[in-house]
């Protein structure tokens, strides 16, 4: 976010939209109701995923919804959801979800994130089971 200014101040404009101003304001239907936070929210997830592969493996060549998928070649990696997809996929995710929503929401009430630069967001990521950055440099100002 802190790479794209407009996009925070787009939040903000969507919080006071629905008249959130305070942390007091964050009530159960507010996920409903903050779109434009749920498509950055989906477009981080999608640009840059916690989780970038899967454990599941095929037993045998297979087909799904017209989509061909090989035992040991040819893996499409944009297949791959962030949260999975059929029936085992992450049984976590609407409660993910809604702590991502309210902690952005918490966070762009208060905060805008500043860019530091190339140099302090370089080197790629840190690949374990989970993905992140090696190095990240923001500044914090409070609004
Ligand atoms: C942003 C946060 C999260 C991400 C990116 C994530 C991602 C994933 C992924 C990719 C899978 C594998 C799905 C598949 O094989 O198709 C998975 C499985 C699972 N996740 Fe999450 N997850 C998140 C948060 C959570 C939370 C908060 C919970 C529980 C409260 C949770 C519970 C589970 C469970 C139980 C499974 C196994 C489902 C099964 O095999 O039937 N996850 N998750």
């Known amino acids: 976010m802190s790479k794209h ?3 925070q101040q787009e939040i903000k404009r969507e919080l006071r939209n629905n008249e959130i101003i305070s942390t007091t304001d964050l009530a ?5 109701k903050l779109i434009y936070v749920d498509y950055v929210m989906k477009e981080v997830l999608r640009m840059a995923p916690i989780i970038d592969c899967t ?3 095929l037993l045998k060549d297979d ?5 061909k998928v090989r035992k040991d070649k040819n893996h499409n990696p944009y297949t791959l959801g962030i949260f999975g997809s059929g029936h085992r996929a ?5 409660l993910a979800r809604l702590e991502l929503k309210t902690i952005v929401t918490q966070l762009m009430q208060y905060v805008t994130f500043v860019d530091r630069g190339e140099e302090k967001n370089s080197d790629g990521k840190l690949q374990g089971l989970m993905t992140a950055p090696k190095h990240i440099g923001v500044y914090i100002r409070f609004d």
Request: charged share 25%; aromatic share 4%; glycine share 10%.
């Open 5 to 7: 200014p407009h996009v």
């Open 28 to 32: 159960l239907d507010l996920p409903d």
């Open 55 to 57: 454990i599941r493996t």
């Open 63 to 67: 087909e799904f919804n017209g989509v």
């Open 90 to 94: 992450c049984a976590g995710q609407d």
